[in-house]
């Protein structure tokens, strides 16, 4: 069976970020045409993602040492869903993505970008690194496009997909084991209504459980996100 890691803003107990893993580890785990992805999450908090996502194996995001001997056997290392690569928070931000990243991304078969919003990116520092973790990408998806046309700036003529975003309704039951508590799931629920709306390119289940251990991804193009409707 293929395997799968995945990195983003996970273990975090935030309910947009934990709503966007639920709906990558439901499309992997799938069986479709016979095919499934066993799922690793890079994750802040290990044990809280492996209680909150049943199904999937969850190690430290952290020690960079040793992410790499971690990560060896995986097929394909998917940074995303979410805004990532940003400096608005601290240049250390888009330092440490880019290490992990480049980390990891060494151990995989391949990268892929799964529905990234980039920038702000103000700093030169952050557009060169992020430039060259996005060349080391087979298949890069970005949310819309203002993040293609930077990251178009940063890192060259590349082919960078802007998501084509149809509405894929996840179950509550699933959302609900991605809330942090009790009281921002019936406050969510309150707000928007007791089913969410996670949003996904029509064809990235079909696309992702046709790749064989070759892993090619041609599939894939135009079809993955890491977007959710709030």
Known sequence: MPKAAVLGYYGFRNLGDEAVLAGIHGMLSRDIEGMRHDLMVLSADPEWTLKRHPGVSAISRYGLKSLRAQLKGIDTFILGGGSLLQDA???RSVFWYFLAGMLAGSAARQTVWWGQGIGPLRHPVARKLTGILARQAAVITVRDDASKALLTACAGQLNIDVLQ??????????????????ESATAFARGRGSRYSFLVGSSAVR?????TSRMTFKGLLASLTGMLVL
């Open 207 to 211: 696309g992702i459980f046709r790749c």
């Open 89 to 91: 928070t601290s240049l």
């Open 165 to 182: 975003i149809q509405r894929f309704i996840l179950d509550t039951s699933v959302m609900n084991s991605a809330v942090t508590t009790a």
